[in-house]
């Protein structure tokens, strides 16, 4: 139990990954908020944490906007007096080639990527450098190299890339430990409700080095080690969760 008698907010935790990073680290003692745009779900998703025996509460709120980040953090801090660890992982995604991206669907991927790990971590410091103790983990992707139809999305987690470094070399001195994991293709409910599911299985077993889909637990194997004291020389840094795949 590496997080017994620690604080975690996991955004974007009603479903896919975070869902199962948050369930992890539930699992390894934390205290847990979720939080998403989803109430019904992310309610759910604390209530199934609650029913297993551990602590979670559930926030309803928009990342990309600053009086929802604050809030996320606030209740944090209200129902379990501190918050040691940030997992910045909502996220959303909207594929187009650029000549049909209107400037709407540019911001929207942008704000719920990079403007909500902004907003986040900004709220979130503030406790952290009081305590001179905290771990923020940001989930970039794979898709930071750039990726041809997603010049929003690759914008965006390039733009956590950038920010975990900045973030990583201002906050070193209170003990705040910044990094980002960047993960490849994994499997996710939604991914398997896909159409092309099976087609998309075999094209990636193909391009990758470790011959399988990514699945949820290998990014949050990726988190936690980050989240955790083993990794506190670590920070600056980006895990790449991706089987080997690069390009
Ligand atoms: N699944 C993958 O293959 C993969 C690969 C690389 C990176 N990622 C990243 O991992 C993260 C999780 O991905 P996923 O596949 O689980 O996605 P998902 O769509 O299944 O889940 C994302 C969750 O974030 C929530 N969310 C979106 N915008 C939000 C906002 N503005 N405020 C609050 N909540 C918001 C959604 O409601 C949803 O519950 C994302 O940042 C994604 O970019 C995923």
Not at 71 to 100: C, H, S, W
Not at 109 to 130: E, N, W
Not at 185 to 190: G, H, N, Q, R, V
Request: positive net charge; charged residues 25%; glycine residues 10%.
């Amino acid at each position: 139990m590496r997080f017994t008698d620690k604080v975690a907010v996991v955004t974007g935790s009603a479903r896919g990954l975070g869902k199962v990073i948050a369930q992890s680290f539930a699992g390894e003692g934390a205290a847990v908020t979720i939080c998403d745009l989803d109430e019904k779900a992310c309610k759910e998703v604390a209530r199934e944490i609650k029913n297993s025996g551990g602590r979670a509460i559930g926030v309803t709120a928009d990342v990309s906007k600053p009086e929802d980040a604050e809030k996320i953090i606030e209740q944090t801090v209200g129902a379990f007096g501190r918050i040691d660890i940030l997992v910045n992982n909502a996220g959303t995604l909207k594929d187009m080639p650029i000549q049909d991206m209107s400037e709407e669907i540019w911001d929207k991927v942008i704000d719920a990527c990079l403007k909500g790990s902004f907003l986040c971590s900004k709220y979130a410091s503030v406790h952290m450098i009081r305590r001179n103790y905290g771990k923020i983990v940001n989930i970039s992707s794979r898709a930071y190299l750039g990726n041809p139809g997603q010049a929003n999305y690759s914008a965006a987690k390039a733009g956590i890339v950038g920010l975990t470094r900045a973030l990583a070399k201002e906050l070193g001195k209170y003990y705040i430990n910044v990094n980002a994991v960047a993960p490849g293709l994994i499997e996710t409910d939604a991914l398997k409700s896909h159409p092309k599911y099976e087609m998309i299985k075999e094209r990636q077993k193909k391009d990758t080095p470790i011959r399988r889909i990514g699945i949820p637990e290998d990014v949050a194997g990726a988190v936690l080690f980050l989240s955790s004291d083993d990794a506190s020389y670590i920070t600056g840094d980006v895990l790449h969760v991706s089987g080997g795949r690069f390009g």
